[in-house]
């Protein structure tokens, strides 16, 4: 399993990208609203911004049926590490039972 522990300032996980061993991802995204600013944007290993994508996109689609109007987005860490050891999404109904919560896995 990846350990990412050492990859603790903004400069490290910066190279990685540069390495072609990390990617951008926006925890908003842009098409929901978000924003290309540095709140917004996490670090992952190569791979993992596409399958947010395919959840976002899924989560478009419940919004489009009516099924979810509220998106969250949250990452959780693991010591001073920049990438996320996971990302857990929340998109939900305040009228509607259940929700949509997938939990991105990372290390």
Known sequence: MPDFSAVDSLEKAQALVNDGKLERLYLFP???GGKDIPQNVLYVP???AAMKQRIDSMVR?????GQVST????????GNSFV???IKI???H???AG???PVIEIW
């Open 30 to 32: 842009l098409e929901f």
């Open 46 to 48: 190569i791979g993992f």
């Open 61 to 65: 689609d419940l919004v489009n049926q």
């Open 71 to 78: 998106y969250a987005a949250h990452p959780e860490y693991k």
């Open 84 to 86: 996320p050891s996971k």
């Open 90 to 92: 929340t998109a939900v």
């Open 94 to 96: 305040p009228e509607k």
């Open 99 to 101: 929700g949509f919560h």
